[in-house]
């Protein structure tokens, strides 16, 4: 299934901002902020940190009202995408060195999405975002992610991204190419419809609670894996598990242990559906589900609390 792609839309022209305009500023910054989403999503995408995301979308600002004649910018939309892609890829960079040490399984931050938030503030939630995409591509380079989210997942023209990446066009060609293959080989090939996600959720829930182990495998595909991300702050998985039997067992392991009962709520992690859950200890933890051809085939449970400070608190 070939990726969301997000075109920069039509290009937005600040020829009419003069910078003698006691309204420029505010002209500026109505049209940064239309941007906005569009921007975070891209930064998000390439770093699989919505905090990181947030920190390259001000500074992008900040440079923004830095130049000198903003009616100079032909096309805000691309200078935008470009500025922020290339803090997205310094950020990216610098971040590999840290998650080689970071205690225990990395994933991305996740984004829970809230059917009362403003869409303004919101990044688009769709298959360019889902958590499945996200993990594999933390198995790419960072010159290799770029070019394969810029131009597969937002349309940016190959000239672009090498301004970006720092090479020429032809390189980046063959980035996105290496890129585009690691991809599809990482993805379902039968994705699964949000309503039967939404099934598989449940009955996975109620499983879990009836601590139905038959059950419970029957739901998972035999090669399904498991990741737990706790940052060495909470307790987690300390290792990728796999093998439905094994998962299976883990999980009502997991379940049994616990010194009262889970409070779980159904909701959408980037954009999918998957659950939230506080243990009897008051520790929320966000589960993210990859379904393919009708079964689990990977859980991804992230309780880093770090990584949980912009999830709304809905339990």
């Avoid at 998972?220 to 796999?242: A, S, Y």
Wanted: proline share 8%; aromatic share 4%.
């Amino acid at each position: 299934m070939a990726p969301a792609v997000s075109h920069p839309g039509p290009p937005c022209r600040l020829h009419d901002v003069e910078t003698t305009d006691p309204n420029a500023e505010e002209l500026l910054a109505r049209a940064f902020e239309d941007d906005r989403p569009r921007l975070l999503r891209v930064a998000y995408t390439m770093t699989g940190s919505l905090v990181e995301a947030e920190d390259c979308v001000q500074e992008a600002w900040l440079r923004l009202r830095g130049v000198d004649d903003p009616a100079s910018i032909r096309e805000l939309g691309a200078w935008l995408t470009t500025t922020v892609s290339r803090l997205a890829l310094d950020t990216l960079t610098s971040a590999r060195a840290r998650r080689e040490k970071y205690v225990g399984t990395w994933l991305p931050e996740p984004l829970v999405e809230t059917p009362s938030a403003d869409p303004a503030d919101r990044i688009t939630l769709d298959e360019s975002v889902s958590m499945a995409l996200l993990v594999v591509l933390e198995r790419l380079s960072p010159a290799e992610r770029t070019a394969f989210v810029l131009h597969d997942v937002f349309g940016v023209p190959f000239p672009e991204v090498a301004e970006v990446v720092g090479r020429s066009p032809a390189a980046v060609r063959q980035l996105a190419s290496r890129a585009r293959r690691h991809v599809q080989d990482g993805r379902p090939r039968t994705p699964a419809t949000e309503a039967e996600q939404r099934e598989l959720v449940g009955a996975f829930t109620a499983a879990c609670r009836n601590g139905d182990l038959p059950g419970l495998i029957a739901l998972l595909d035999p090669d399904v894996v498991i990741r737990g991300d706790g940052g060495g702050k909470v307790r987690t998985l300390q290792h990728i598990e796999r093998g439905a039997a094994r998962v299976a067992s883990m999980v009502l392991a997991a379940y049994a242990r616990m010194a009262g009962p889970l409070d779980t709520l159904p909701t959408e992690v980037n954009g999918a559906p998957g659950l939230l859950v506080r243990d009897a200890g008051g520790g929320l933890g966000v589960m993210a589900f990859t379904v393919d051809a009708g079964r689990i085939t990977a859980i991804n449970i992230v309780r880093n609390p770090d990584k949980l400070a912009m999830v709304p608190d809905l339990l």
